[in-house]
């Protein structure tokens, strides 16, 4: 019974990877024939990074007990009710006549300011959910074994402070492996809502509600929400939790901010892409230096804010969504940075040491 709760694990986590990239593929097939560049390079990236991240994890992970059961529980009781809604609505609907209906929800109104800092609201309140779990999950572990464990389990679960080593393929350390199954959850989770919302290959009882917050020029092509989860997903498969953390509040933070400064306040448009304005980039890198400083230091901070300019001021001029585009370069840089061996200066969490 104990080998089996692994070998659970491993089968969720290779089934739960399969169905993702499964269907997003899907979804990228359908882009490609609806001609929306955007969506099909955006999803095509988003395929690249599930399976980058699929091979980093087959070659490391390790599973003991506890992990296989909570890996288990979790992902057996999402496709479980998910298998059940859609065995039930089958037998609900199958003597039903067929309701042909383009969309059921109303998109139109929605590229105002009011409707994008709603959606803003939600990744903000996600960043501080994230620190807020892992901080007590950490608390949690230090009281259980003691102060004489503190910088083993300091060194397990947030990786090296410095973020030294980072570059080179490994296990996932305690706490980064919290933020990669929550993002899993989270991407099967609205991999299943889109492909209900979109594809209509399966039933979802949250497509509806998940619709309200999708914008007007997504009601035909999968929603921005998914590109994010997507994107930590892959920053923390390779990344430390502290610099995964700076990825989010660059999404959270500085991309709000660039968004919503740009609505209110954009009158200067950039000469190479009309849809940004120097007003909102100019404030997007600003709030992206001042999060990353406090949690990454000055060097990392200043590198990934440029990057994210860069990849702000380009998309979608360059035809990716800047949710799967900017995790995925600001992660990148950062493993470069830890390959040359500058060293990460967390002015928040050195408080930890």
């Known amino acids: 019974m104990v080998d089996l709760i692994p070998l659970m694990g491993y089968f969720f986590v290779i089934a739960t990877f399969l169905f993702i990239i499964a269907v997003t ?37 390790s599973l003991d007990f506890l992990m296989g059961l909570i890996i288990s529980l979790c992902f057996g009781t999402l496709f479980g009710l998910f298998l059940v809604f859609n065995l039930l609505h089958f037998l609900i609907t199958r003597n039903r ?25 939600f990744h903000i309140i996600l960043f501080f959910g994230i620190i807020a779990l892992l901080v007590i999950a950490f608390e949690v572990l230090h009281f259980l074994n003691g102060d004489g464990e503190f910088q083993l389990i300091l060194d397990t679960y947030w990786g090296n402070l410095d973020g030294s080593d980072m570059h080179l393929l490994h296990s996932q350390d ?46 035909d092509t999968v929603a921005s929400y998914v590109y994010f989860v997507v994107g930590i997903m892959f920053a923390a498969t390779f990344l430390y939790p502290i610099p995964v953390f700076s990825v989010i509040g660059i999404l959270c933070f500085a991309d709000t901010a660039a968004s919503l400064f740009g609505r209110k306040f954009g009158t200067h448009k950039l000469q190479f892409n009309k849809s940004k304005s120097w007003e909102g ?39 990716l969504s800047d949710n799967i585009a900017i995790p995925v370069f600001v992660s990148a840089a950062y493993l470069f940075l830890s390959f040359l061996q500058i060293p990460m200066e967390s002015i928040i969490f050195s408080l930890l040491g």
């Open 25 to 61: 593929i899907a979804q990228a097939r359908r882009s490609h024939n609806l001609k929306h560049a955007e969506s099909y390079y955006s999803l095509v990236l988003s395929i690249i990074s599930l399976i980058l991240s699929f091979i980093v994890l087959c070659l490391f992970i």
């Open 97 to 121: 006549p067929v309701q042909v209906s383009q969309h059921d929800v109303d998109y139109s109104g929605r590229e105002n300011f009011k409707h994008e800092l709603f959606r803003k609201i």
């Open 174 to 219: 305690f706490g980064q492996g919290i933020i990669f199954m929550l993002f899993s959850l989270l991407t099967t989770l609205f991999t299943m809502n889109e492909g209900a919302r979109l594809g209509k290959w399966f039933f979802f009882p949250l497509e509806k509600l998940a619709s309200f917050g999708v914008r007007e020029k997504e009601k």
């Open 281 to 319: 980039s100019i404030a997007g890198f600003a709030v992206s230096l001042l999060v990353t400083i406090l949690i990454v230091g000055p060097i990392w901070g200043l590198v990934a804010s440029v990057v994210f300019l860069v990849t702000d001021a380009i998309t979608p001029t360059l035809p």
